[in-house]
């Protein structure tokens, strides 16, 4: 078997400065996909961006926990003044069966179709804090990728690669999520969908530093992998996530050396269109 990796950068449309960040790393990176949130308003330039740089290979981000929803009359997912709630406030609500079925399957249809307007057709999807793969969301979301005819999702179940990840910062959320996961494979899998055999960039490697993704290539799997990554410029705006570490793994993600490793450990750079 030989070695294939998808270079996911999660949360287009976010702000410009991400768009900005994503574009540049595909351009002179290593990042061959990208994952959109419809629902936000699209960013100047951002949808003939997305067209022209990734054309088929753009999926869709499923989204319960920022901005405004596209359906109306959401109660389960939203506050008080029809915001959806925070990461925290949705997977609370998901884990405790809280949330309307209806209400999700119109919401994730929604923005699906949004994208598909724009002219964009997904080639894969994935969930804004892995929304995609908390009960009752799993289901819902691959009935809906379905009838709009997607047939590959990430299955963020990520490896563990050394003895030291047991004891760095945020194992729990490591755990977590791919203890969710691994049910989530078992729907995924009835409705027929395809993922990559392998998921990176959770904890392991840190995107934002050179030597580690290095480790990580050296050390890549045969098969399919999936390295999520999150590139991006700092925000003026103050956002708190487009923070330094954007810019940093933008360098990171677009380091000569890095792209030395690719070509000299026999990577095969794809896009879920490949799978």
Same mark, same amino acid.
């Given at each position: ?17 991400? +768009?900005? !960040?994503? &574009?540049?790393?595909?351009?002179? =990176? #290593?990042?061959?996909?990208? $994952?959109?949130?419809?629902? /936000? ?7 003939? +961006?997305? !067209?022209? &740089?990734?054309?088929?290979?753009? =999926? #869709?981000?499923?989204?319960? $926990?920022?901005?405004?929803? /596209? ?7 939203? +506050? ?196």
């Amino acid at each position: 078997m030989s070695k294939y990796l998808i270079v996911n950068a999660d949360d287009y449309n976010s702000d410009r400065e991400r +768009d900005q !960040g994503i &574009i540049h790393a595909a351009k002179q =990176g #290593i990042v061959t996909s990208t $994952t959109v949130i419809s629902s /936000l308003p699209w960013q100047d330039s951002a949808l003939a +961006d997305l !067209g022209e &740089i990734f054309k088929n290979r753009a =999926g #869709i981000h499923l989204n319960l $926990t920022k901005g405004l929803p /596209l359906t109306k009359g959401l109660r389960s997912v939203v +506050d008080g003044q029809g915001f959806f709630l925070g990461k925290k406030a949705v997977w609370r609500r998901a884990l405790c069966c809280c949330l309307n079925p209806n209400e999700i399957e119109d919401e994730f249809s929604a923005q699906i179709r949004k994208l598909q307007e724009a002219g964009i057709s997904p080639d894969h999807m994935d969930g804004n804090n892995h929304i995609h793969v908390f009960p009752v969301i799993m289901e819902i979301a691959a009935r809906v990728g379905r009838d709009f005819g997607i047939s590959k999702i990430r299955l963020p179940l990520e490896s563990f690669y050394s003895c030291r990840e047991f004891l760095k910062k945020g194992l729990l959320k490591k755990l977590f999520i791919g203890i969710l996961s691994l049910r989530a494979k078992q729907v995924f899998s009835r409705y027929g969908f395809s993922f990559t055999d392998y998921f990176a960039g959770i904890k392991y490697p840190c995107v934002a530093r050179v030597e580690s993704i290095r480790e990580f290539l050296k050390n890549l799997r045969e098969g399919t992998t999936e390295l999520m990554c999150h590139p991006g410029l700092v925000s003026p705006a103050g956002n708190p996530f487009s923070n330094m570490e954007r810019e940093q793994e933008l360098a990171a993600l677009t380091h000569p050396s890095v792209l030395k490793d690719i070509k000299e450990f026999k990577i095969n750079l794809i896009s879920y269109n490949n799978l």
